[in-house]
């Protein structure tokens, strides 16, 4: 079973995806801070991470650059409130990138494709 | 004494004075006019007065008196000659000037300088050439000519004149509609040939200009200062010249000769056409400034209105600008709730059964939220069209792509939906998903204004070294005012959508730097033509 892991500063929004992606038969992990993540990240391994990149303290790109030198195979995906951060050079080192919507059917299928590549 | 005249009869017979004639019946009545009249002048009289002279020598004086008094009567009729003409010119010469102080146009001022030049009821010369200063050429240039160039054209011009009772105005004003071309064309290259640079200040035409004073030159071909081609092209001998001078700027040189009926030139002639080139000059002056005016006046409009375009331009991106702060704010403060809402109204619904009455209600939400994404997402896009993404793309896959995925709506529609793409176009450069999304916004348009069983037709061609895409519908069509606001953000003639569709096609197409053309008419449809730069 894979173990994913949502970071969003919104504890709704954790609950729903937490919720959601447990019933795809996923195994969830959540934290509302970018230092909460980092150690999640330390304390146990993970096969995918749902990031929002809006977020009180530290960013989710300052938390994906973080991953990308620490945990170089972990699969990313950058999920957001505005589609302009594809702009935005640091997001490119995101695997996947999501807009966020009530309808998770995009952010699940991206899950199944980046989990399918890494397997 | 016996005397050989009838002076000293008080009332004669007729035939008795044989310098009576027909139409002088009063003067055999009264003595005393006709002794001034006639007896005065009379040979016989002079011979009694001879005869008398020997009698009485008071008699031998009247002579003198009689001489002296015919002499004073003979200056009497050239002074009153003199100042006759002196009036005709001064009537003539206000004629013209009023004519001169109301135009601006130049031809008229030509046209009326040169004939009142020309015409019996003005100077009267043959011939007339205008030649004006070129201030940034330096250059005197042979300007317009009036006059027959052949004695036979001569006869031609003065019958006709002579024919119909014209005034000086009414000649220049017919001269003006009906001549100026031709005369212009027919001394083209004798105007060529006499237009001479300033520098040459030895030229007996700049010599002439710069020391402000007129020539009256008797002989050309022995005038040294004026080059043999030109004397040639004038063939004439005598010739007067005259500056044109505005307080002291040069305006040019005005020239006139006899050269079909070789009469010579008055010296009055002369006199008056210096003073007639004063008002000539003002006015020259006046319509060039006029003229320039007008040029710039043009230049100004026209700046004027790019600036209000430019203007226009600002406003709007202040607009656009805003309206991205506001979007990208909007965006993050109902993004969220958005997707909590309608995702936890998604998850709900899972574990609803399809018979329980709440389902209904949690559907609601998850449409409504549906739909407020899908806003908030058009929002969004507005915002984001001003830097695509470019790649290389073929235009044809992505209008097939865009159609495909309008399908159901086509076969909901009966819309007759033909796509007509030349298949050997080159690749383009675009964003496709924005591309794709503007063309969606178009065919969209399109179907939701045509309604049911529309016909619609996507066309795909090169056009020159652009590659160009029309879409055509036979829905109501647009007027200009629809067209332009249609393309302004936040308008809509639909009630749903926030009315962001075409108008972010336009800023999409703008990013791409494609041009974007809506012609439209009422009642027959509209057809949008996209047209996209082809890369080297």
Known sequence: MARLLVVDDERDIRHLYAAELEDEGYEVETAGTGAAAAALLQEKEFDLVVLDIQMKGESGLQVLQKIVQEKERLPVILCTAFSCYKEDFSSWLADAYVVKSSDLSELKSEIRRLLEKTK | ???????????????????????????????????????????????????????????????????????????????????????????????????????????????????????????????????????????????????????????????????????????????????????????????????????????????????????????????????????????????????LISKNRRIGLLLADNVINQRPIAAENLHSLKTFALPVSFAIERATLYERLQEELVKLTEANRRLKEQQELIVRMEKMALVGRITSNIAHSIRNPLTIIGGFARTLIKSTPPDDGKRQYIESIVREARRLEEILQEVLNYSESLHPTLDLWDINNLLTGVVGSLHEDLAIAETDCRLRLDPGLPQVRLDYKKMSYCFRSILTNSLEAMGRGGRLEVRSERHGDQLQVIITDNGPGMNQEMIREITAPFFSTKEKGSGLGLSLCARILEGHGADFEIQSAEGIGTTFIIRLGIPN
């Not at chain 2, 040979?43 to 004073?72: I, N, Q, S």
């Not at chain 2, 013209?96 to 004939?115: F, G, H, N, P």
């Not at chain 2, 330096?138 to 003065?158: D, H, S």
């Open chain 2, 1 to 243: 004494m016996e005397f050989a005249c009838c002076w000293h009869k008080e009332l004669l017979s007729p035939g008795e004075c044989p310098y009576l004639g027909p139409g002088e019946e009063d003067l055999l009545l009264n003595r005393r006019k006709r002794f001034l009249r006639r007896c005065l002048e009379c040979p016989r009289f002079l011979e009694d007065l001879r005869a008398l002279d020997e009698a009485d020598p008071l008699a031998g004086l009247f002579p003198w008196a009689m001489e002296e008094l015919r002499e004073l009567r003979v200056q009497l009729q050239t002074q009153t000659s003199q100042l006759e003409t002196r009036n005709r010119e001064i009537r003539f010469l206000h004629e013209v000037s009023l004519v001169l102080q109301t135009s601006v146009d130049m031809d008229e001022v030509i046209a009326l300088a040169l004939t009142a030049v020309t015409a019996g009821k003005g100077f009267g010369l043959n011939r007339a050439f205008l030649l004006l200063v070129d201030k940034e050429r330096q250059n005197l240039k042979g300007y317009f000519a009036v006059g027959p160039r052949r004695p036979e054209e001569a006869e031609v011009i003065w019958r006709e004149i002579e024919e119909h009772d014209y005034t000086l105005r009414e000649l220049a004003q017919l001269f003006l509609e009906q001549k100026m071309p031709s005369e212009r064309e027919k001394f083209k290259d004798l105007l060529e040939t006499l237009s001479v640079p300033l520098s040459r200040s030895d030229h007996l035409f700049v010599r002439t200009l710069n020391d402000q004073a007129s020539r009256h030159v008797l002989d050309l071909y022995r005038e040294p200062d004026i080059d043999p081609a030109q004397v040639h092209t004038l063939g004439v001998r005598e010739m007067i010249l005259v500056p």
